[in-house]
């Protein structure tokens, strides 16, 4: 068992079109969040040193639950390896400890993410890791949804 979440999927899809999914904001927000969550903001400065902010909502009869994230670019090498930073953050962009959004104790305030994708005869092979979120937590069940919603978008 991995100390870290890594999931690894296939998609029928050229990799430039995985690429966009992961880097265009527009199609990034089609798939992003397990199911039932939008992304209203994804804010993309997509350089090395460059931020990322992104929202999740989910709309519920007694509220609407808001979560931000943010993060710096650490390495993009187009359409193979993009590798990002991730924090909760308020909607300012400043940093808040994971357990004031209901997150285990212990969960880091900084975590990283690694997508690397390789073109396999046309298709694409997609692995993710996310490093300081350990696997079997509810944030690698919003990661497989996600990427059910991602091949959904890309079909």
């Known amino acids: ?18 690429w966009d999914m992961w880097t265009k904001p527009e199609l990034f927000q089609t798939w992003y969040g397990p199911r ?20 999740m909502e989910m709309k519920m009869p007694e509220r609407t639950m808001t979560m931000w994230f943010i ?17 909760m953050c308020d909607e300012g962009g400043t940093i ?18 690694i997508v690397t994708l390789e073109d396999i005869d046309g298709k694409t092979k997609m692995t993710m890791v996310h490093v300081g979120v350990p696997e079997g937590s509810a944030g ?16």
């Open 71 to 87: 993060g710096v670019y650490k390495e993009i090498t187009a359409p193979t390896r993009l590798v990002y930073t991730e924090s």
């Open 36 to 55: 039932g969550m939008t992304v209203p903001v994804a804010d993309m400065d997509l350089t090395v040193g460059g931020t990322r902010k992104i929202s």
């Open 140 to 155: 690698a069940g919003g990661w497989a949804q996600a990427f059910d919603k991602l091949g959904e978008a890309l079909a």
């Open 1 to 18: 068992m991995s100390e870290w979440v890594k999931i690894e999927r296939e998609f029928n899809a050229p990799i430039a079109a995985v």
């Open 96 to 113: 808040i400890p994971p357990s004031a959004m209901g997150m285990p104790e212990g969960t880091p305030d900084v975590t990283e993410v």
